[in-house]
């Protein structure tokens, strides 16, 4: 079955530490891959796609196949980077499959 | 740039009430989603529509029904609202047009049944 699973629902660094936020799917073909972040009391908004390899306010994120692995990561984790974030995949019916999500806490 | 709307922002009902919650677009997106987002479960499909007038079960449509007789607006119905059903409800879109599964969100209505 396809699923993402995002292991931690909570993760908490220091202000100026890596962040590394954990995604795994299962899909045996080629996954088209996001992440979303939703920071308070906004809307959930798309942070960066694998297809299109850029970094968006820091954040990288890398497709693994091999390991079937899109980790979100960020060198210099800052305070504003505090928020929801979600991983999915879309598969071949046009529809995301998404991961429960973990909530990054950046103390100062 | 994409808007998609939702009628309001907080919602409280009793229960037993019928409820309806819309959500506007105004890019002219063929796909239209209403999702449940609950802490620890991420999102989860309620009902989707590919264009007007087509709807699809998601993963948790019991208690539900959708209409979408109109391509920019995609309502979603509480036919006998249930405490079970406080939730925060999100309904995005997306071109299918485009090629991509890129979906645009809206701010989301929290509804609370009492």
């Known amino acids: 079955a396809q699923r993402v699973t995002q292991p931690e629902k909570l993760l908490s660094v220091f202000k100026g530490a890596p962040v590394e936020l954990k995604c795994n799917y299962s899909?045996?073909?080629?996954?088209?891959l996001f992440w979303y972040v939703q920071y308070s009391r906004q809307r959930l908004q798309l942070l960066l796609r694998?297809?299109?390899?850029?970094s968006i306010k820091g954040f990288t994120a890398d497709l693994n196949k091999g390991e079937t692995s899109f980790h979100l990561k960020k060198p210099f984790a800052q305070e504003e980077d505090s928020a929801m974030y979600y991983c999915?995949?879309?598969?071949?019916?046009?529809?995301?499959?998404w991961g429960a999500g973990t909530k990054l806490i950046i103390k100062p | 740039d994409v808007k998609v709307t939702q009628s309001s922002r907080y919602l409280v009902k009793r229960t037993g009430e019928k409820v309806f919650l819309e959500c506007v677009q105004d890019?002219?997106?063929?796909?239209m989603f209403w999702y449940r987002q609950d802490p620890g479960l991420g999102l989860r499909l309620i009902y989707f529509?590919?264009?007007?007038?087509?709807?699809e079960k998601g993963d948790i449509p019991e208690g539900y029904s959708v209409s979408r007789e109109k391509k920019e607006r995609f309502s979603l119905i509480l036919e006998s609202a249930s405490t079970n059903q406080t939730s925060m409800y999100l309904c995005?879109?997306?071109?299918?047009?485009?090629?991509?599964?890129?979906?645009?969100f809206g701010p989301g209505t929290r509804l609370t049944v009492l």
């Open positions: 694998h297809i299109s390899r850029e």
């Open positions: 529509s590919y264009d007007v007038k087509m709807k």
């Open positions: 995005a879109s997306r071109s299918f047009t485009r090629g991509d599964n890129e979906q645009f």
């Open positions: 899909y045996s073909g080629s996954p088209e």
């Open positions: 999915a995949f879309g598969g071949s019916n046009y529809q995301l499959i």
């Open positions: 890019m002219d997106h063929e796909n």
